[in-house]
Each structure stands twice: as structure tokens, then as C-alpha cells.
């Protein structure tokens, strides 16, 4: 009985109990302080690692075009011979060897002039060589100043001499007379072609090329004019001649 008497007491007193509101709680995030010197690190985030393949383009092959230089070519002078006939020779001089004969309307290339009496080295069209022609013989179409001005001649080139240079040479002066000598060269009739003496001498206070050659063997002295009065020494070298060609010169003893 006082136990049921308790039970209806609880009763009455849970009914006079006011029930309180009910709240919805709101939910404060845990904050973790970060200290001052710590040093943040990165969120690691993974990027995909993207391998394109390379475009290539092809650069076109370019042929080089090759630059030319061009060579301007010279035009020798043409020349025509206008004589009815004509020596070519192997100097330029009438004292030197024939080397062919010209006649009118023969044709050639000028190739070099000599630098004392215009003479003119040309190539004829119908010679497989070079000689020299008097410039009266011919008609020249062209200019001659870019023509080479030649001052020396080898006449050892033109053939082979087959007996060499006159021996017992020797030179002597009378006043403005100057007589040189040589021994006699024997030759064989068929080659004898004398000899030929290449000299410089003062004649009248001019300086002078004089050249001259004897037909044979049997000339063997010659006597030239040479005076005083010129600023460079006379000279001269005598050659002996076969129709092969000049032996080697020999030097004159000018007195």
C-alpha cells in the first residue's frame, strides 16, 4: 500500500513539471590555432602530367642557285692583209726568219704589238702558229691599246738550233765606227741561214734598235755607227741561224 501510494506521488509530480523547449543545437567548428612560425604546406594536388607530341613541320629543301661571275671574254683585234703579198716572220723585224707567206685577204687574231716599230703578233687563221707582220701590211678592226706590248723576245723557243753560238767573237772601235767579228759557223747548205746580231746603239743622240742578219755562213764581221752622247751603254748579242731556228745568243764585247 505505501508502495503504491509512492508511485502515484512520482505520478503527480512529473505531471506538474514544466517541459521545456526543445532547441536545436548549433554545432561550433573544433578551430585549431596554427602557431606564427609554422610554415603552411601545400596541399599536394595531383595534375595530370599531359606528354604532347611534337608537331614538326618540314622546312622545304631550298636548291641553292649557284651565282655566276661572269668573265667578260676579250675580243682580239681582227686583222686582214691588204697587200698582195706579205712576209710573216718570227720577230719583229725584216731581219728576222720567214716563218710563212701572206697574201691579200688572209685573216688572223692580233695577239701582241712590239713596243719600238708596231709590228703585230697574230694568229692567221690558216697557221697553226704565231708570226709577225709589218702593221702596213694589214688592216686592223679593233683596238690596239688592251694588246699586250711586248719588249723582249726569246728566240731560243722558235726551233732547234743545231749548232750553237759563233765562236771568236770580238768588237773594235774606230771614233764612232764599231766593227764586229766572228769565226765562221759551217752549216750545211739546206740549213744555212747566216747569222743575226740584235743591237742598241746611239746614232744622233738617239738611243736605236738595230737589228740585222746576214743571208749565210760566209759574212763574218759588220760594221755599225755608234756615237757618244746617249744615256744608256750600246750593246748587242749575235745569234747564228739554221732554218730550224736561233742558237743561244752571245753577248757582244762593245768596246
Not at 585549431?32 to 604546406?41: E, F, G, H, M, R
Not at 759563233?166 to 744555212?192: F, Y
Amino acid at each position: 500500500m505505501r508502495f503504491l501510494y509512492i508511485i502515484l506521488l512520482v505520478i503527480l509530480l512529473t505531471a506538474c513539471t514544466p517541459t521545456p523547449p526543445t532547441s536545436t543545437p548549433t554545432l561550433i567548428p573544433s578551430v585549431t590555432p596554427i602557431p606564427a612560425t609554422a610554415t603552411l604546406a601545400p596541399t599536394s594536388t595531383r595534375t595530370a602530367t599531359v606528354t604532347r607530341t611534337p608537331t614538326i613541320t618540314a622546312t622545304p629543301t631550298v636548291s641553292a642557285t649557284p651565282t655566276i661571275t661572269l668573265t667578260p671574254t676579250f675580243d682580239f683585234p681582227n686583222v686582214v692583209v691588204t697587200v698582195t703579198a706579205a712576209h710573216c716572220r718570227y720577230g719583229p723585224n725584216q731581219a728576222y726568219l720567214h716563218a710563212a707567206d701572206l697574201y691579200q685577204g688572209d685573216r688572223g687574231e692580233v695577239r701582241e704589238r712590239w713596243y719600238l716599230n708596231g709590228w703585230l703578233r697574230v694568229r692567221f687563221d690558216k697557221l697553226s702558229y704565231h708570226c709577225w707582220v709589218a702593221p702596213g701590211a694589214v688592216e686592223v678592226s679593233g683596238s690596239l691599246d688592251s694588246v699586250i706590248v711586248l719588249n723582249q723576245i726569246d728566240l731560243t723557243r722558235i726551233g732547234t738550233n743545231q749548232y750553237g753560238p759563233p765562236q771568236g767573237l770580238s768588237a773594235s772601235r774606230n771614233g764612232t765606227e764599231v766593227t764586229i767579228s766572228w769565226n765562221q759557223m759551217v752549216m750545211t747548205e739546206d740549213k744555212d741561214r747566216g747569222y743575226f746580231l740584235d743591237m742598241f746603239v746611239c746614232q744622233n743622240g738617239g738611243y736605236i734598235w738595230w737589228p740585222v742578219s746576214f743571208p749565210n755562213q760566209y759574212t763574218t764581221s759588220y760594221t755599225v755607227t755608234d756615237e757618244a752622247g746617249c744615256s744608256q751603254p750600246s750593246r748587242g748579242v749575235i745569234y747564228t741561224v739554221e732554218k730550224h731556228g736561233y742558237s743561244q745568243p752571245e753577248t757582244i764585247p762593245w768596246p
